[in-house]
């Protein structure tokens, strides 16, 4: 079992919905971390965070540590949010080092 | 700012032949690593070094070696390529903050491109 788990793997969304992609993780963490990965293949981060919740513009990411659960959620979404998203945790009491998840790809149409 | 930059970004090779990818980043930071992403997979950790001077393996070593250059540069070497290091190359950067036990983001390049025939 991976101990970092996305859901949905795939996404294709109308052009103004409300999205949300799904990280489960099965270990202890410090923090973790939503990575966007565009269609060129450059990888940005996004959010880091370790307790409650972090909004930057349309992006809002969620946590709840008790239930290892993450969210991340895209308001009013437009063609130019098509990417992969990724999460990424950071054991707690590692060296530091992420566990990636598989990635979710959104496709976000006219 | 450059950030992280990784050179070739496209490159196909032999069986057999070596080649090194190179990593610079230009916000000092002291750690910094290199990663492989595959269809399906998830991003996995080949080499990392901590701060300068120091290189430690990640979770799929074999077959690469690392160098620590300086500060700015860490560069992945395949020595032998193999078909199955046929891959997406990204090398990354960050800080890490011991003080309050929190890592800052990671900073990433475009990625290196290597086919392996």
């Known amino acids: 079992k991976n101990e970092v788990e996305q859901s949905p793997q795939n996404l294709t969304a109308q052009e103004g919905e409300f999205i949300t992609i799904n990280c489960s993780y099965s270990?202890?963490?410090?923090?973790l971390h939503w990575l966007q990965q565009h269609p060129g293949g450059g990888i940005v981060s996004l959010f880091m965070?370790?307790?409650g919740k972090k909004k930057h513009g349309r992006l809002i990411a969620t946590i709840n540590i008790q239930e290892k659960h993450s969210s991340l959620h895209i308001t009013a979404s437009h063609p130019r949010d098509s990417a992969v998203y990724i999460c990424?945790?950071?054991?707690?009491?590692?060296?530091?080092?992420?566990?990636f998840g598989k990635g979710t790809k959104l496709s976000v149409k006219p | 700012n450059a950030g992280v930059t990784q050179t070739p970004k496209f490159q196909v090779l032999k069986t057999g032949q070596s080649m090194t990818l190179q990593c610079a980043q230009d916000m000092n930071h002291n750690s910094m690593y290199w990663y492989r992403q595959d269809p399906g997979m998830g991003l996995r950790l080949i080499y990392y070094?901590?701060?300068?001077?120091?290189?430690d393996k990640g979770e799929v070593p074999n077959g690469y070696n690392v160098s620590r250059l300086n500060k700015r540069e860490f560069s992945l070497r395949l020595e032998s390529a193999a078909p199955s290091q046929t891959s997406v190359y990204f090398c990354a950067s960050n800080t890490r903050d011991r003080g309050i036990g929190s890592n800052q983001p990671q900073h990433f390049g475009d990625g290196t491109r290597l086919s392996i025939l």
């Open positions: 990424a945790v950071r054991a707690g009491g590692s060296q530091g080092n992420l566990i």
């Open positions: 965070l370790s307790s």
């Open positions: 270990v202890g963490i410090s923090a």
């Open positions: 070094s901590a701060s300068e001077g120091t290189t």
